[in-house]
């Protein structure tokens, strides 16, 4: 392989992390993340499964689209290299509804109960999901990643359990 060659390379991966992987992971994170707080909340304080899935629906659509403008509009890509801000804006918006909504649909199950068991493994599995993605594209130490993502998911739940409790 030749020096230009290697560049062309390394100058390739650089833009599919900084175009593609980390608006996914940004989105992914966020879905999964700060649609915990509204649903779990609801789901405590109403003991309504079906309440927590549409709020926890229209939480990831809400968040989903704030985040596609959000990533979209934060800048045009020409400066920073990021890439077509409609692209990423969509990936973004796409991974924050995926992110959220899985964690969602357990409360399709009419037992609060069990709804909020599935749910936690669901979480779970997401935590496990991003943590890989760290490693795998960013270099980080799985373990590490995966005990700063649960940390602000932990924070997340503990404060919503809170909230929902009080209600």
Not at 63 to 81: I, N, P
Request: hydrophobic share 50%; aromatic share 10%; charged share 10%.
């Amino acid at each position: 392989m030749t020096a230009a060659t290697e560049v062309d390379q390394s100058r390739n991966e650089r833009s599919f992390l900084l175009q593609r992987v980390q608006p996914a992971m940004a989105g992914l994170m966020d879905g999964s993340l700060s649609t915990l707080a509204p649903i779990f909340a609801v789901a405590l304080a109403t003991h309504q499964p079906h309440y927590a899935f549409f709020a926890g629906l229209a939480s990831a659509i809400g968040a989903g689209v704030s985040m596609a403008f959000s990533e979209g509009l934060s800048d045009t890509g020409d400066l920073t290299g990021r890439g077509n801000p409609y692209l990423r804006g969509s990936i973004t918006g796409a991974g924050t509804f995926l992110g959220g909504v899985l964690h969602t649909l357990p409360f399709l199950i009419p037992q609060l109960r069990a709804a909020l068991i599935v749910a936690v493994f669901v979480v779970g599995f997401e935590l496990l999901v991003l943590s890989w993605i760290r490693w795998r594209f960013f270099k980080t130490g799985f373990v590490r990643s995966f005990v700063s993502i649960t940390l602000g998911g932990a924070i997340i739940v503990g404060i919503s359990a809170a909230i929902g409790a009080a209600g």
